[in-house]
């Protein structure tokens, strides 16, 4: 009795499911029936591992020597993806402990899971938002499938994004200004050179026009030195 207290301790944290050493259920503690889904324990008494794998897991080739290896008494320590009963996606971090009877055969093999699906979910998020950052996007944000214990991350994320994004419309705004400073001093700089060119055009004709002032003014004295001497 003391014993089984002990063992009965030592799993409680966990989502524990025991299997023959082929891979049929035997037994399913109340977490791992809340994390897979399972109202009771005798829907999946008899059924095999793979019943909790998508169909391409189970067909994979991974998967085919899995059972082989853990009847070997290999310990397989992984996280994994998951089918629940009602088709949802679920992420374990499982040991899968072989277990030997007196003559040394695996007699079962008893599976330790921890349920990490926020987790992984926050990863893939976060590394899908800094990847469209990374493109330019200042709008990515992080929605409410960051959940859980990863909230904070959610919460984090989002208000250092909001920062950049005020930053970013005031540099744009900054920048809109100066172009149009250039553009209104280069409007104001052919205003300038137009009206320079204009000037310069009146000088040129008053300066042509004085040069026949001057011109006829001397050909006036000249003839009339000439009617002083005669």
């Given at each position: 009795?003391?014993?089984?207290?002990?063992?009965?301790?030592?799993?409680?944290?966990?989502?524990?499911?025991?299997?023959?050493?082929?891979?049929?259920?035997?037994?399913?503690?109340?977490?791992?029936?809340?994390?897979?889904?399972?109202?009771?324990?005798?829907?999946?008494?008899?059924?095999?591992?793979?019943?909790?794998?998508?169909?391409?897991?189970?067909?994979?080739?991974?998967?085919?020597?899995?059972?082989?290896?853990?009847?070997?008494?290999?310990?397989?320590?992984?996280?994994?993806?998951?089918?629940?009963?009602?088709?949802?996606?679920?992420?374990?971090?499982?040991?899968?402990?072989?277990?030997?009877?007196e003559d040394g055969s695996i007699k079962r093999v008893r599976k330790y899971a921890l349920d990490v699906t926020d987790r992984h979910d926050a990863v893939d998020l976060l590394l899908?938002?800094?990847?469209?950052?990374?493109?330019?996007?200042?709008?990515?944000?992080?929605?409410?499938?960051?959940?859980?214990?990863?909230?904070?991350?959610?919460?984090?994320?989002?208000?250092?994004?909001?920062?950049?994004?005020?930053?970013?419309?005031?540099?744009?705004?900054?920048?809109?200004?100066?172009?149009?400073?250039?553009?209104?001093?280069?409007?104001?700089?052919?205003?300038?050179?137009?009206?320079?060119?204009?000037?310069?055009?009146?000088?040129?004709?008053?300066?042509?026009?004085?040069?026949?002032?001057?011109?006829?003014?001397?050909?006036?004295?000249?003839?009339?030195?000439?009617?002083?001497?005669?």
């Amino acid at each position: 009795a003391g014993a089984l207290a002990v063992v009965q301790a030592l799993d409680a944290p966990f989502a524990v499911i025991e299997f023959t050493e082929t891979g049929e259920i035997l037994d399913a503690n109340q977490n791992f029936r809340d994390a897979m889904g399972i109202g009771s324990v005798a829907e999946i008494i008899g059924q095999h591992h793979r019943m909790f794998l998508f169909p391409e897991d189970a067909e994979s080739r991974e998967y085919s020597g899995f059972w082989a290896n853990l009847a070997a008494g290999d310990f397989v320590s992984t996280e994994v993806r998951r089918c629940r009963l009602d088709g949802r996606e679920i992420w374990l971090s499982a040991n899968y402990v072989p277990i030997k009877s007196e003559d040394g055969s695996i007699k079962r093999v008893r599976k330790y899971a921890l349920d990490v699906t926020d987790r992984h979910d926050a990863v893939d998020l976060l590394l899908d938002a800094l990847r469209r950052l990374a493109d330019g996007d200042i709008l990515v944000r992080l929605d409410d499938r960051v959940r859980g214990d990863f909230s904070y991350i959610r919460h984090e994320f989002n208000a250092l994004m909001e920062g950049i994004e005020r930053r970013m419309r005031r540099m744009m705004a900054c920048t809109a200004n100066l172009t149009d400073v250039f553009e209104a001093t280069s409007k104001n700089s052919r205003v300038l050179q137009e009206k320079a060119g204009n000037q310069s055009e009146e000088i040129q004709k008053t300066l042509v026009a004085v040069g026949e002032i001057s011109a006829r003014t001397r050909e006036n004295s000249k003839i009339a030195g000439l009617a002083g001497t005669l």
